[in-house]
T-cell receptor, first 113, second 115 residues
Framework: QKEVEQDPGPLSVPEGAIVSLNCTYSNSAFQYFMWYRQYSRKGPELLMYTYSSGNKEDGRFTAQVDKSSKYISLFIRDSQPSDSATYLCAMSYWRLYGQNFVFGPGTRLSVLP | GAGVSQSPSNKVTEKGKDVELRCDPISGHTALYWYRQRLGQGLEFLIYFQGNSAPDKSGLPSDRFSAERTGESVSTLTIQRTQQEDSAVYLC?????????????FGPGTRLTVL
């Protein structure tokens, strides 16, 4: 079982739709949860982060974490064509030594005008 | 301010040749990461630097891959005797202190094609 799983898509939605992107993970040590957005031929950039179970809202974006189910989600309301990108979940935990970040494989989203 | 830069942006090479990829992190960032992203795939961790030491090299796929970093500055990723399966985008990221809560800032990547 991979440490972080994410449906690769592609996911196509009409403009204005609500989009739900999800990741599951297996390592209960993860403490910090992020969503990165990657436009074509660019590096990923941080979109949102959250520490705890529950919801965090930022404009049209809501990040949700359910640690008991090891499940995180990103919701995009009123989706726009400019939201078309690949969305990667990422999670991390404290380690004394070594790499502590794991990225999901990404979901490719297309928002059609 | 300047972000993470990488060079070259594109590299086409012949199988068996050596290539060197360069990453300039954000000034003051002590942590630096290299990832590989194959077409349509996620980020594959290669190596992590804290300052100029590499506490975690576990992601390097073979001994043909090596990396070094000068102080808290430039890093180079070297691939010797390139193979076609090395074709990918190589992404570099830096973060302020390498803490698990630090944001990783990514460069635009180097697109490597091995013919």
């Amino acid at each position: 079982q991979k440490e972080v799983e994410q449906d690769p898509g592609p996911l196509s939605v009409p403009e204005g739709a609500i989009v739900s992107l999800n990741c599951t993970y297996s390592n209960s040590a993860f403490q910090y949860f992020m969503w990165y957005r990657q436009y074509s031929r660019k590096g990923p950039e941080l979109l949102m982060y959250t520490y705890s179970s529950g919801n965090k809202e930022d404009g049209r974006f809501t990040a949700q974490v359910d640690k008991s189910s090891k499940y995180i989600s990103l919701f995009i309301r009123d989706s726009q064509p400019s939201d078309s990108a690949t969305y990667l979940c990422a999670m991390s935990y404290w380690r004394l030594y070594g790499q502590n970040f794991v990225f999901g494989p990404g979901t490719r989203l297309s928002v059609l005008p | 301010g300047a972000g993470v830069s990488q060079s070259p942006s594109n590299k086409v090479t012949e199988k068996g040749k050596d290539v060197e990829l360069r990453c300039d992190p954000i000034s003051g960032h002590t942590a630096l990461y290299w990832y590989r992203q194959r077409l349509g795939q996620g980020l594959e961790f290669l190596i992590y630097f804290q300052g100029n030491s590499a506490p975690d090299k576990s992601g390097l796929p073979s001994d043909r891959f090596s990396a070094e970093r000068t102080g808290e500055s430039v890093s180079t990723l070297t691939i010797q005797r390139t193979q076609q399966e090395d074709s990918a985008v190589y992404l570099c990221a830096s973060s302020l202190e390498g803490l698990y809560t630090d944001t990783q800032y990514f460069g635009p990547g180097t697109r490597l094609t091995v013919l």
